[in-house]
């Protein structure tokens, strides 16, 4: 119970910008995700590098195996909220 993780998992936002109420997001690399149900989570961080603004961390609250979508909560761990385009990275990792 609680936070999980996997290594090496990674990928670019499908066609659909991530818009800046959204609770939910579609990537083909999401398929590779682990299943999450409650009450556990997965952090994902879309566009750590930053290429498009700042960073934002967003916890997975579901997510079925090899599924492409992923319910998510925006602007946690003190980042902001914001769009992200189509094709955006995000990269499931180690967050503070």
Known sequence: ?????SNFIGGLTDT??????????SSPGLANLLTVAAPDTAWLVLDPDGSGGPPEIVQVTAHTASATSATIVRAQEGTTAREHPSG???VHAPTV
């Open 16 to 25: 659909a910008t991530v818009l800046l109420l959204d609770t939910s997001f």
């Open 1 to 5: 119970m609680g936070a999980r993780y």
């Open 88 to 90: 955006t990275f995000w």
